[in-house]
């Protein structure tokens, strides 16, 4: 049974950084990827950045600069660092997990795809003025 916990949101201001955490557990996968997903008010879920098994990133394209996805393969912690927050990074953001045969699934060439992850946290709200 994979469980994922997100921590770490919070209301900040424009041009501050911030580090999301999610805390896995269950996995029993020999491959897998964990990846971080947000939603913003009125907008449909989308990829922000992802990791597989051999430390491969993904990013969406317009977050590579300012986004940096991490894990700790110890304790199957993961990380999601912001910096220079802009108030359109206001969302819902949640980590999830997927069982994988290698690399993670993308659209577009590195936007991490949603429908392939087949488990999820509750999110964690970022707000940013």
């Known amino acids: 049974h994979v469980q994922l916990v997100e921590s770490g949101g919070g209301s900040v201001q424009a041009g501050n950084s911030l580090q999301l955490t999610c805390t896995v557990s269950g996995i029993r996968y020999n491959a897998y990827c964990l990846g971080w997903f947000r939603r913003a008010p009125g907008k449909e879920k989308e990829g922000v950045a992802a990791?597989?098994?051999?430390?491969?990133?993904y990013y969406a394209p317009s977050l590579r600069d300012r986004f940096t996805i991490s894990k700790d393969n110890r304790d199957y912690t993961l990380y999601l660092r912001f910096s220079t927050l802009k108030p359109e990074d206001t969302a819902m953001y949640y980590c999830a997990a997927a069982a994988g045969s290698g690399y993670c699934s993308v659209l577009g060439g590195s936007t991490p795809d949603p429908d392939e992850y087949h488990f999820w946290g509750q999110g964690t709200q970022v707000t940013v003025s």
């Open positions: 990791v597989d098994t051999e430390d491969r990133q």
